[in-house]
């Protein structure tokens, strides 16, 4: 835990910053001006808060996942951009692929209400909104919460010629499709590419995520948690003494163990051997 306290608030400390280069000399003026507008952007997008929270991700899970979005509804629908952090277990991609570009389909995975998706998507009307074989990991809450009135719902994005296209379903209804629509006949975005950046930590062959500092401590955690618990024995055993006591010493044990007692009772001749402290182990 310290350790992975302790890289946050490296990666903190080295909070990003904006510093556009040009290509040849006519584009210094461009340069300038997005080394003013980025940062600007990013602070809209509350950018350090989703840093901080993938960077969390990044350090346990091995992989911080942003989502870098258009959000249409932003500054009063003029729109802007949106980054977020994705929950890496929702997210699907092709197996074996390094980078996630490569994938020839990118799944999202999300749980919506059922009532706002019916007010949003008339096509829902009357129907039961099943998820069928798709299923949404969640997590282990100390709260109880419910997911009986969520429905699933998948964002599916894919390439057709290097361009992007965009579907967004629920059961078995097409909520929205590029391809359906005339006005999207140049993809969904037009840079053609996957709104999802993964951040490895320790990357892994063959893979787009990587390894955490969990992962790569579990084994080390594991024995200083068995040397705790050994420790921890000897020490309630050196705090608990316990007797050797000769069968023919005739002492009353019950006042020997009661240490309130002031007298104990024995009979017969008393040698030094009748009673032997049992020394444990250090």
């Known amino acids: 835990a310290n350790v992975i306290m302790q890289k ?26 997005l080394s003013s507008i980025i940062p600007a952007v990013l602070r809209q997008t509350e950018f350090e808060r989703v840093y901080s929270a993938c960077w969390w991700q990044k350090l346990k899970g091995g992989t911080g996942c942003y989502q870098v979005t258009w959000d249409g509804g932003k500054l009063g629908g003029l729109g802007d951009i949106a980054i977020s952090k994705i929950n890496l277990l929702n997210l699907f991609w092709e197996p074996g692929v390094e980078d996630l570009q490569d994938s020839a389909y990118v799944f999202h995975l999300a749980l919506a209400d059922k009532d706002r998706l019916r007010e949003r998507y008339p096509a829902l009307d009357g129907k039961a909104l099943s998820s069928g074989p798709l299923t949404v990991s969640e997590f282990v809450y100390d709260d109880a919460v419910r997911t009986d009135d969520k429905a699933l719902v998948v964002d599916c994005y894919y390439k057709r010629r290097d361009t992007l296209h965009y579907c967004k379903y629920c059961g078995e209804t097409v909520l929205f499709a590029t391809e359906n629509d005339p006005a999207y006949a140049g993809g969904w975005y037009a840079h053609g590419r996957y709104p999802f950046v993964l951040d490895p930590l320790f990357p892994i062959e063959g893979s787009c995520c990587g390894y955490g500092y969990i992962d790569y401590g579990k084994t080390t955690q594991r024995y200083i948690d068995k040397l705790t618990g050994a420790i921890m024995e000897n020490a309630l055993a050196s705090a608990t003494p316990r007797w050797f006591v000769r069968q023919d010493g005739e002492i009353n044990e019950e006042e020997y163990a009661d240490f309130g007692n002031h007298f104990v009772h024995a009979s017969g001749n008393l040698g030094e051997d009748a009673v032997k402290q049992i020394r444990p182990v250090t």
Do not use: N
């Open 8 to 33: 946050h608030a490296d990666a903190m400390d080295a909070y990003p910053t904006c510093s556009c280069l040009p290509h040849e000399p006519g584009d210094r003026a461009e340069a300038q001006k």
